[in-house]
Nanobody
Framework: QVQLVESGGGLVQAGGSLRLSCAASGRTFSRYSMGWFRQAPGKEREFVAGISWSGGSTYYADSVKGRFTISRDNAKNTVYLRMNNLNLDDTAVYYC??????????????WGQGTQVTVSS
């Protein structure tokens, strides 16, 4: 069982930056690939970024490539999402997810509760 808690969301102006954190419980965090997803009002949840269990491989949706950076600290059981140059389309609830046995966490076994990111003009 893995419990995930996101933090770091908030209100930011377009062009600004935020860093999201996802803290995981349990001693097996390093065995999980991690992903960040988001869901905007009226839209389906979508993949944003993923990182392998070792941190050696990262993956991004085209919409965030070059602006967002995913990273992890296995010693702290935490995965991060640095978001730069935010725009209005980035407004959403952001979720982290954990999946074991894969390189990209596209179908997480565990989800956090989400953190709201709102970008204003």
């Amino acid at each position: 069982q893995v419990q995930l808690v996101e933090s770091g969301g908030g209100l930011v102006q377009a062009g600004g930056s935020l860093r999201l954190s996802c803290a995981a419980s349990g001693r097996t965090f390093s065995r999980y690939s991690m992903g960040w997803f988001r869901q905007a009002p009226g839209k389906e949840r979508e993949f944003v970024a993923g990182i392998s269990w070792s941190g050696g491989s990262t993956y991004y949706a085209d919409s965030v490539k070059g602006r967002f950076t995913i990273s992890r600290d296995n010693a702290k059981n935490t995965v991060y999402l640095r978001m730069n140059n935010l725009n209005l389309d980035d407004t959403a609830v952001y979720y982290c997810g954990a999946q074991k046995g894969v390189t990209i966490a596209l179908w997480p076994d565990y989800w956090g509760q989400g953190t709201q990111v709102t970008v204003s003009s």
